[in-house]
């Protein structure tokens, strides 16, 4: 079956704006994860949630950053006021189940000049 | 707070020669350990889950082994195709939150 989707694959943007990043899970799977990769790094865990609740956004560096699953599928990760320290690697994972193997989809890489 | 130590940094191997990747942590109550390849320019790929200290794990040329302190990817004949970056991370059994802790990466060059 189809893998975790993530749109747009590269996204260019200008320091100051607005930008929204989408996940699409593999079907069925009830958790997602967003983490963020900068050059030389591992993942870094940004918010998880289980159904359309966010269990937990301790990793969210600031209020800049939010997210959302309204339907408990796509997911849409949200950044205000885009900074140049923002630039990395955005990668959606989900699980069938809290707990379960985490798959991860191709990332978005974000560029704020 | 969990933490994940991989070594080395980078590895370059000749084509056949088997070498063994690293993966030191501390976690309070470790749920899972896990690793996952990635090339570049992608997202990481599953490979292993080990629960329990002495539990093995094999797939193709790879084999992950488990300790209470660390983690070992033993890699036997390796070949030019699993030249990539290869991450080890732990999920921990306490709290609700079921979200992983990455170590840097081992990054593995096999030449021909």
Redesign the interface.
């Known amino acids: 079956g189809a893998g975790?989707s993530q749109t747009p694959s590269n996204k260019v943007t200008e320091k100051g704006k607005y930008v929204e990043l989408r996940c699409d899970p593999i079907s069925g799977h009830t958790?997602l994860?967003w983490?963020r990769q900068s050059l030389?790094?591992?993942?870094?865990?940004l918010i998880?949630f289980q159904g359309t609740g966010a269990?937990?956004d301790?990793?969210l560096p600031n209020d800049r950053f939010f997210a959302v699953r309204p339907e408990g599928s796509v997911s849409t990760l949200k950044i205000q006021r885009t900074e140049r320290g923002d630039s990395a690697v955005y990668?959606c994972a989900s699980?069938r189940l809290?707990?379960d193997?985490?798959?991860?989809?191709?990332?978005t890489r974000l560029t704020v000049l | 707070e969990d933490q994940v130590t991989q070594s080395p940094e980078a590895l370059r191997l000749q084509e056949g020669e088997s070498s063994s990747l690293n993966c030191s942590y501390t976690v309070s109550g470790l749920r899972g350990l896990f690793w996952y390849r990635q090339d570049p320019g992608k997202g990481p790929e599953f490979l292993f889950t080990l629960y329990s200290a002495g539990e093995e794990k094999e797939k193709e040329r790879l084999k992950a082994t488990l300790t209470k302190k660390e983690s070992f990817l033993h890699i036997t004949a390796p070949k030019p195709e699993d030249s990539a970056t290869y991450l080890c991370a732990v999920q921990a059994e306490t709290g609700a939150n079921s979200k992983l802790t990455f170590g840097k990466g081992i990054t593995l060059s096999v030449r021909p």
């Open positions: 975790v958790a994860y983490y030389g790094q591992g993942p870094e865990f998880y269990a937990d301790s990793g990668l699980s809290d707990g193997t985490q798959y991860f989809g191709p990332g």
